[in-house]
């Protein structure tokens, strides 16, 4: 694919006896909010678990902006400006939302013991610009009014934000969400979604995006991939993929558009 920031080659995927992945092909475009749709038990999370770093394929090959990344882990993957969020977000519940955004930046002084120790200014210089860059996130986000409570206590939608919110602290080139709608209601939906159209358009950031939500995916993704059992069914435009007839036998069934 033409100007790919990621592409997945083969990937297969065997536990045990289980093949989860068989042979998986795709590629996301600079740029893009791709879509990665199917039915439960289609593959989608094992494939997006092996190309962040969590599981190794068992054949086949990933590569991020032309480097052969198969198999590196996920910090490794984080640094080169791959970032993956959870079905149920990760944070880190009795630390403020401002606290998780704190942390996420990468590369902080004050992080190691000797500059710590012995370069205290820069270190405080540092987290006065972070927190800039934080205040900033949070008021993108629109968790301002959030920012001191813990973020066990916010609500699952200010949670899927607070986690996007981390991957703006990291400078994310590619962003895989994993089903960002799922237990959201729909003012805070409203909220994530123009959050990522903003990202990707106002700062480049690419997406990949897992969702069972056809409205979000059609709202937001241009292409759309297709797994079933394992294996990429179709491609292309959701109005597209949705005509197709291996699609609605495999995926949509009898109430097209519904999630799976």
């Not at 998986?24 to 740029?31: E, M, Q, T, V």
């Not at 799922?182 to 990202?199: C, D, W």
């Not at 995916?217 to 005509?243: F, K, S, W, Y």
Request: glycine share 12%.
């Amino acid at each position: 694919m033409a100007d790919a920031i990621l592409e997945a080659h083969a990937l297969v995927k065997r536990f045990g006896g289980l093949v989860a992945v068989d042979g998986c092909s795709f590629g996301i475009a600079r740029g893009s909010i791709t879509g990665l749709i199917g039915p439960n038990g289609a593959g989608k999370t094992t494939t997006f678990n092996m190309v962040a770093g969590a599981l190794a394929p068992t054949s086949g090959r990933v590569s991020l902006e032309g480097v052969d990344v198969t198999g590196w882990p996920s910090h490794r993957l984080f640094h080169r400006g791959l970032v993956r969020t959870f079905q149920i977000p990760q944070e880190y519940a009795r630390m403020t939302a401002r606290e998780n955004l704190m942390v996420a930046a990468p590369g902080q002084s004050g992080e190691r013991l000797f500059p710590a120790w012995l370069a205290p200014g820069r270190v405080a210089r540092e987290e006065a610009a972070l927190r800039q860059r934080v205040d900033a996130a949070l008021e993108f986000l629109n968790l301002s009014a959030v920012a001191e409570e813990r973020a066990g206590n916010l609500s699952g939608g200010q949670k899927k934000l607070l986690e996007i919110g981390r991957t703006m602290m990291a400078d994310a080139k590619l962003v895989l969400l994993d089903e960002p709608g799922a237990g959201v209601n729909p003012t805070l939906l409203k909220e994530i979604a123009a959050a990522i159209r903003r990202l990707n358009r106002e700062r480049g950031y690419t997406f990949c995006i897992i969702e069972h939500n056809m409205d979000l995916i059609a709202e937001l993704c241009d292409p759309v991939i297709v797994m079933a059992e394992g294996r990429v069914l179709a491609q292309g435009t959701i109005a597209a993929v949705r005509a197709d007839r291996a699609v609605v036998e495999a995926y949509l069934g009898g109430a097209a558009g519904a999630a799976a």
